[in-house]
């Protein structure tokens, strides 16, 4: 027993005893112990008069002009009260702090519940989104922005954000990403995408405009010079330059062709269609193609796990192969392999690409898939490279909900692996037997 309790025990003790003892002395001791008691009652009563004022909190608590047991209680009651009112004035000042940042923000935070309903939000997102503090908070926010893309994003919301069309200003867009956080809440961050979308824009209908403007003069170009080439009169000192020419003139076409393919898939607003695309059949005329083109090429191989085929859309899917196969083939010496496995499961599909030729340097592989990048731009264009394969083969994937994996080791070969997502697959109940050319 605490040490002040004890000696409160032993005073009411002794109260009594002394009040018994003079009872006993001047007789009538239960009108004495009575009266002892009747004062004990009154002193217990005016301290908890002064605690129940110490509780409630008003100004002016009566100074303890007490000693002993209450005196302490009502000290550290005192104590208590002034923690929790210092503890009070530091949470209103950090919240303070956040609605004034958060309200200097200028991208939107919007705070959801696991139902999706709008907890809080910020000023900005009043601007992005065009919400309403007075009458949006409680409401789904799928209820008040209803783009399918959006709606699809709050049911399965992937690492990167989405940019859809702005709520509040027309022709404006907003790129939003959730990040999950405490109990099954998200908050929703919502950026201004405007001037990045309208740039994007701009570069891509210029990339398109140019390559349109320069494939006709290229065309009438490519045409004298293939019929100078056949000249038989041609002096024999421009045949080399005219070759060369005719050459580059191809080189060009080709890269037109490839970036206007590259702006077309990157300008295209929704995926893929889903037309039947039979790709065993596909890849075993690719290969016999490939293997028919020169004499001089590594041992290709093809291997199917399975005859799936692909919802999708074919000269895309065509693309993709072929890009694939392409550069295996010509990143590969003549006394290496290029191997072609396709199989699927309820997983989904994979098309896999594996070959033993000069391999990608680690720090590279990140950016391969870059518009024009190439680890050796000098070998690329020897053999008749563009650098937009990869970007066109990342494109084209991704309109298939696919991705694109690569694996690397320098001199020793390359893994490029297709992923396709289960609903581009069709099973056909066979399995198809492997294939090798
Ligand atoms: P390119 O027309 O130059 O091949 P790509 O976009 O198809 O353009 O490829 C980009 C670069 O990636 C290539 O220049 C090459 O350096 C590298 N690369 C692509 N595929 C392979 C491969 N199978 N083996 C080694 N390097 C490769």
Not at 23 to 48: C, D
Not at 60 to 78: K, N, Q, S, Y
Not at 190 to 200: G, M, P, Q
Not at 226 to 254: C, F, G, K, N, Y
Request: proline share 5%; hydrophobic share 40%; charged share 25%.
């Amino acid at each position: 027993m605490p040490r002040r309790w004890a000696k409160q025990i032993a005073l009411l003790a002794a109260w009594i005893a002394a009040a018994a003892l003079l009872g006993l002395w001047f007789g009538a001791p239960a009108w004495w112990l009575s009266a002892a008691l009747a004062l004990y009652v009154a002193h217990t009563l005016r301290h908890l008069y002064l605690l129940d004022r110490v509780l409630e909190g008003g100004k002016h608590v009566p100074p303890f002009a007490t000693r002993g047991l209450w005196a302490e209680i009502l000290a550290r009651v005192d104590t208590l009260r002034t923690k929790s009112r210092n503890r009070k004035k530091k949470f209103h000042r950090v919240l303070k702090e956040i609605r004034e940042s958060t309200g200097a923000l200028r991208d939107g935070g919007v705070i959801l519940n696991a139902d999706n309903e709008i907890v809080w939000f910020n000023p900005a997102a009043t601007w992005l989104l065009g919400l309403d503090p007075r009458t949006d908070i409680g409401r789904r926010i799928d209820n008040l922005i209803r783009y399918p893309e959006f709606v699809r994003y709050l049911a399965e919301p992937g690492g990167e954000s989405i940019t859809i069309p702005s709520p509040k200003v027309e022709s404006g867009w907003i790129a939003v990403q959730l990040i999950p956080y405490g109990r099954n809440q998200r908050i929703a961050i919502v950026r201004n995408a405007t001037r990045e979308i309208t740039l994007e824009r701009t570069r891509r209908d210029f990339v398109a405009n140019a390559s349109h403007e320069l494939r006709s003069p290229l065309t009438v170009i490519s045409g004298y010079l293939d019929t100078l080439a056949d000249d038989d009169d041609l002096p024999e000192s421009w045949q080399v330059p005219i070759t060369e020419m005719l050459r580059q003139a191809d080189r060009m076409t080709q890269i037109l062709r490839d970036l206007m393919e590259l702006v077309r898939l990157e300008s295209a607003e929704s995926n893929a269609g889903h037309d039947f695309v039979d790709v065993c059949a596909m890849l075993d005329r690719m290969v016999r193609e490939f293997d028919s083109a020169s004499a001089e090429h590594p041992t290709l191989s093809l291997s199917f796990e399975t005859d799936a085929a692909l919802l999708g859309n074919e000269s895309e899917l065509h693309s993709i192969f072929f890009n694939l196969l392409h550069n295996a083939v010509r990143f590969t010496p003549a006394s290496g392999s290029v191997e072609v496995v396709w199989r699927a499961d309820g997983q989904g599909g994979e098309l896999k690409v594996t070959d033993t030729g000069i391999g990608i340097p680690e720090e590279e592989i990140p950016r391969i898939t870059e518009r024009f990048y190439r680890v050796d731009p000098g070998r690329s264009r020897a053999k008749g490279g563009t650098g937009l394969g990869l970007a066109i083969v990342k494109h084209a994937l991704q309109r298939h909900n696919g991705t694109l994996e690569i694996s690397s080791v320098e001199g020793e070969g390359s893994a490029f692996r297709c992923l396709f997502a289960p609903q581009r697959l069709v099973f056909r109940g066979g399995r198809a037997e492997a294939a090798v050319s």
